[in-house]
């Protein structure tokens, strides 16, 4: 079994940043890919980023490029999502999810991954 607890949300306005962190613990083993989601209320779940296990390959959703940054941190077993210049339409509910069987990639559908947290609140005024 594997957990992975979210943190890091809150509230904050645009133009603002967040840093979200997704800590996973259990039988974390083998090598995962690790990515992130979000849902907004009345809306899909969407993809916003993922990393592979070495961190060698990222994948961001066009719509926050160039604004979020995706990491991990293998020997703690932690990823991290670097939200800045944020913008109302980011506020949703934000998952990490592990995909144990795309660890050398960066899937980007909900169905590639695994295991998934939680979910933390983002909420951004403006």
């Known amino acids: 079994q594997v957990q992975l607890v979210e943190s890091g949300g809150g509230l904050v306005q645009a133009g603002g940043s967040l840093r979200l962190s997704c800590a996973a613990s259990?039988?974390?083993?083998?090598?995962?890919?690790m990515g992130w989601f979000r849902q907004a209320p009345g809306k899909e779940r969407e993809f916003v980023a993922a990393?592979?296990?070495?961190?060698?390959?990222?994948l961001l959703a066009d719509t926050v490029k160039g604004r979020f940054t995706i990491s991990r941190d293998n020997a703690k077993n932690t990823g991290n999502l670097q939200m800045n210049s944020l913008k109302p339409e980011d506020t949703a509910v934000y998952y990490c999810?592990?995909?144990?069987?795309?660890?050398?990639?960066?899937?980007?559908?909900?169905?590639?991954?695994?295991?998934w947290g939680q979910g933390t609140q983002v909420t951004v005024s403006s």
């Open positions: 999810a592990a995909g144990f069987r795309y660890g050398w990639a960066t899937p980007r559908r909900d169905y590639e991954y695994d295991y």
């Open positions: 259990g039988r974390t083993f083998g090598r995962y890919a």
């Open positions: 990393i592979s296990w070495s961190g060698g390959s990222t």
